[in-house]
């Protein structure tokens, strides 16, 4: 009975796990309140003339500010356009998440969006983050009867549906040519055309090197050239053709990488894009500029912007009234655009009436019409809202003695206060914290601690009967718990599981050596005593061997992330070594997924056909995605004769091929037990087919991983391991090898290359799944290989294992949740804890249910009933 109790209430924590997930992502994930509707002129009067008709919006993806203005960029001819004063350069900071849906809401709303805009920007089909109900100065220019046109990156069709005349949007996963090369084919007949005001232009491929090859690729270089050369058949068609003379030209990054060629975070690299305004008209500004230079600070190139400031700045420049929502400052090296004083000025005012109404409406019960001047405005320490008001008061007060005066007076001054209200106005805006729901994260974090409590009973019955392993997994819980409040250890958490596990694998190999006395005690003679002894050592060095392996395997984190590493550095300039692994590797399976019906001529045959169409995929996937590693060696003749096959019948080839394998491995097993009368486990076949999707889904760098992982299971196979050492070996691992494969906290080591494996159309549910599949191979593979060293283990140790797996779940929960709540105002939040929170959301709903009690799930509901 008390066992029945026990294993109940083990079933309520996992059912409270996402109840507690849910609630708390309520209170930490608000929608930000907008003010709806489009802005308008109050009187036609404030609206200063506009100095273009017309914009050519070009976004190239990723487009760091290096790859611009630096001595080794390939933007020669843009760069003699800053020399000439007809481009004005700058660097703009884009707040993290640097991923392309919120970017672009930022540019085009001049608001700071929502970080859950990180989870929709890889939700392709998603249209709850469509702008379409949004102010915007896409929308400005619609709202005035003109037309918009674009072409590129399809993330523009979704975030405003209908707004496009004509447009032609291409999926953010193809390789480094096609993709632009579709943008590009539009350009020369959109430039004869005179029936559009704005035409945007989003190109890919330079993203797509730096996640492939990173930002010092040999494919780098070239790919500015190209770049470079749209910029200068754009400025030749404003130069020459009529109807273009009034066009404002605009190139610009949604964000930029760090140097890994990743991005997502809020790494230098990863926030500073470039910037440019580009007309013939700009050279009556006379600024001398010299390009290239050289940075101020790290990737900062003459004056730094907030990415917001571009709204107002177009619309100003355009004759629009500045979207609703924006936080964005119209940047002052433009202003001389307009030769009258008057009409900077209201400029700068109608940018300065919409930041007060966003600031009202942030804060309702502050009164900013007390036109009063407070002690605090006089002693220069004030802060937030009231160095807002202080500012306004400023404003109006000015304003106020240019009426008595006359309007010639005080204008330069005016300027300035205006400019510092607005820059005060954008610091608050852009700072304040999140409208967290207190009540909600409170709730959630008190059904995490039910959670735990639940789990507890029956943990605690489980550990004291394992003395030693169990303190350890306490241990490794409490440091974990006490880790995740530290925003250094969050990013460097694959640190903490490295030694973790070398502490781990020090108590095994010291388990094992007293096993091996203990049982050599008994033999007589030398030898037999000397053999094992041998073997335990061999097992010892082997094992820690592989560790260290493993470590160097991929560089994570964000400190060591750009160091060299054996899948970046090592194997492109060591392919032979690099493919004779990987032929290794799926020998090794093939061989692995023979011996499950050794006697059965069509089992080995169909083993032998499916490994070699997964290995070939993998050639030719690797010919198409990582050229850098495939020379003029017999693997690029081997990819080049098989390029015939589309790369997508090829994927489902494969899968289609797995899957005859279970079917013929569930017939194969019931004919074995009717003939031999006895059981006949299919767990091991099981175990090697998915080890063969595990390989098809991720990179080729990373498939020898797998024959690491295999001789490390042979290892701990020998080792007479308890059911608890298993399960937290198998945890160890699960998290060592994230890491190992390249994961990390960070946004920007989400590997989405291997996603659309197989995938025709677009279908958010299969390409989620495969895109976990590639970010979670190594725990994945750890938890199935779990299950085969627990395959002769009782039913009662298999209960063991899901209180153990349940009570870890739920204490990581916890600990990740009270450190988000009690850091909600950390400068890190955005950067570090909410990405480590959905990280914690991912292994604990996906990975906690779906992978790890997925073979246990039947019996957990058969105990409890």
Known sequence: MATLSANCL??????LIPVAILVFSLGFFPFKPLIPGLATFEESRNAPPKVFDKVVFMVVDALRSDFVYSNNSGFLFTQSLIRSGAAIPFTTYAGSPTVTMPRLKAITTGSVPSFLDVILNIAESDTSSTLAY?????????????????????????LFPGMFSRADGTTSFFDFTEVDTNVTRHIGRELVQD??????????????????????SSHMIPKQHEMDSIVAQVYQAIEQKPHLQSTLFVLCGDHGMNDAGNHGGSSVGETSPALLFISPKLQALELDRRSPVDAVRELQYYRIVDQTDITPTLAGLLGLPIPLNSLGIFIPELLEMWQLGSQRMQLLLENARQLLKTIKATYPTYSFEDTAVTPSCHSGRESGVEKVHCAWVQVQTLLSIRDEVGKSSSQAEIESALLRFLKASQDVMSSAASNYDLKYLYTGICIAGLAV??????????LSRYQHP?????????????????????EEEQQFWYWVFTGWTSYMHVKNFRFQHGSSSTATGLVPRFSLSALGRISAVTLAVSHRVLRRWNQTGQKFAAEPDIARAYFPNHQGTFWVLVVLTYADIYLHLAEGFPSSTLWVLTCLVVTVIAFAFKLVFAASESPELMNESITRHM????????LILHARLVVCGIVILLILS???????????????????????ALTLFLMTQSRATNVPIFLILRQQ?????SMNLTSVEILVTSLMMQYMTFFAFGGSNAISSIDLSNAYNGVGNYNILLVGILAYVSNWAGPIWWASASKVLRSKTAADESRTHITLLTFCATSTLLSVMAACTALRTHLFIWTVFSPKYLYTMSWVIIHHFAVNLLGEINLLFAVAI
Not at 199 to 213: E, F
Not at 453 to 462: D, H, K, W
């Open 10 to 15: 083990v079933l309520m924590a996992n059912v």
């Open 453 to 462: 409590l639940l789990s507890l009973p029956a943990t605690f019955g489980t």
């Open 639 to 646: 990819a080049t004769s098989l390029s015939g096959i589309p």
């Open 713 to 717: 299971l042979k290892i701990l196979a």
């Open 470 to 490: 169990g303190l350890f997994l306490v241990a490794v819980i409490l440091a974990y718990g006490a880790m995740v409040f530290a925003s250094s250890y969050v």
């Open 195 to 216: 029936d559009w005001s704005a035409l945007i232009l989003h190109y890919l491929g330079l993203d797509h090197i730096g996640h492939k090859t990173g930002p010092q």
């Open 134 to 158: 949004q102010d915007t100065w896409l929308a400005q220019i619609r709202a005035s009867g003109e037309q918009l046109i674009m072409y590129g990156d399809d993330t523009w069709l979704k």
């Open 666 to 688: 569930t017939l194969l097993t019931r004919v074995e037990r009717k003939s031999c009368k006895k059981p006949v486990s299919s767990s091991p076949v099981v175990h090697e």
